[in-house]
């Protein structure tokens, strides 16, 4: 257990994903309906199939989103997504129905690509398209809210004095497998004194103050631009001042 937290903790550190160190395990690297048999014939059909067109809003935040950053370039995507959401609410109506009208009309194309692609399947096909259709956006679904945290700015998630000890002493590690310098390293963290192990453990209490500072920060833009899907949940209703990160 002790290794396997190393592991967690490096990628953690080190800002990777399993799947990305993994590259190349192949088939080790199951998604959850992996045992599901997939004819081949799917990776055509399913690239196939067109993407929902983007909502009135998106599409407008999309194409004024480089314009400002060109503008502001030291500017967090937070603070310009703010921005740009208050020209939206202040947008005309007149202007808004643009936007509004061009979604509908790719809705509507969509809706008849989709009809006219399902006609073409067998019975049998369409039950195996649900299923394949269900794996990818249960992988997509982690995957596109990591990248839209990140655009909207989201604070990174504050590391234990594991964690760091880990980042600290896997840099000046060069020699050795991954596994041997995490077991090595594992090593060295059980063998610190408690005087050695504080100072990783204010590290870690500085860091946690850092998070919630700026998540305290960061949730007040989303509330002010009409996002509070992505505020964090409280872990018990009753308890004011209980959180989840």
């Not at 007149?94 to 009309?105: H, L, P, T």
């Not at 990591?146 to 020699?175: D, H, M, V, W």
């Not at 960061?218 to 509330?223: A, C, F, K, L």
């Amino acid at each position: 257990m002790p290794l396997l937290r190393g592991v967690w903790g490096l990628l953690s550190a080190l800002g990777k994903s399993g799947a990305e160190l993994c590259a190349d395990c192949g088939s080790r690297l199951r998604a959850p309906f992996s045992f599901v048999y997939i004819p081949r014939w799917f990776s055509s059909t399913l690239s196939s199939y067109p993407k929902k067109p983007m909502t009135s809003y998106v599409r407008f935040s999309k194409e004024q989103l480089p314009i400002y950053k060109a503008k502001n370039p030291d500017a967090k995507n937070s603070e310009l997504i703010k921005k740009i959401a208050e020209i939206w609410r202040e947008l005309p109506e007149s202007q808004k129905k643009i936007y509004e009208d061009a979604y509908k009309a790719d809705w509507q194309a969509y809706k008849e690509e989709i009809n006219r692609l399902q006609e073409q399947l067998t019975p049998s096909q369409k039950v195996s398209l649900e299923k394949e259709m269900m794996q990818k956006r249960l992988k997509k679904k982690s995957i596109l809210k990591k990248r839209e945290l990140t655009l909207l700015g989201k604070p990174k998630r504050p590391r234990s004095a594991y964690n760091i000890f880990i980042s600290e002493c896997f840099q000046g590690a060069k020699t050795g497998s991954l596994q041997i310098r995490l077991k090595n390293i594992n090593e060295r963290w059980k063998n610190l004194s408690d005087a050695e192990k504080q100072v990783y453990i204010q590290l870690a209490e500085d860091d946690k103050a850092r998070y919630y500072s700026e998540i305290k920060s960061w949730e007040e833009q989303m509330i002010e631009v009409g996002r509070e899907d992505l505020l964090r949940r409280k872990v018990k209703p009753q308890s004011k001042g209980s959180e989840e990160y």
